[in-house]
């Protein structure tokens, strides 16, 4: 796994997990990482991440539009 140091301005008011959970979700709403791997980043469960996911305005069905569209047409 990789390490990364940030600075943050002193002023930030976030706790390290809230930031760690900040970049999880982000990264998995983007598609860069599974639900497990999210997960896995943060230190919880899947199910405990899938159930924090919409503090973070995360839909848990991380699918592209255009995969919806064609299920839509081929139903």
Do not use: C, W
Request: glycine share 6%.
């Amino acid at each position: 796994m990789k390490t990364v140091t940030l600075t943050l301005p002193d002023n930030l008011d976030m706790d390290e997990r809230e930031i760690v959970m900040s970049l999880a979700t982000k990264l998995y709403e983007d598609g860069k990482l599974s639900l497990g791997q999210a997960a896995e980043l943060v230190g919880l469960t899947k199910r405990t991440f899938m159930e924090l996911l919409g503090k973070y305005g995360v839909s848990i069905f991380n699918y592209p539009t255009s995969d919806l569209s064609k299920d839509v047409h081929n139903a």
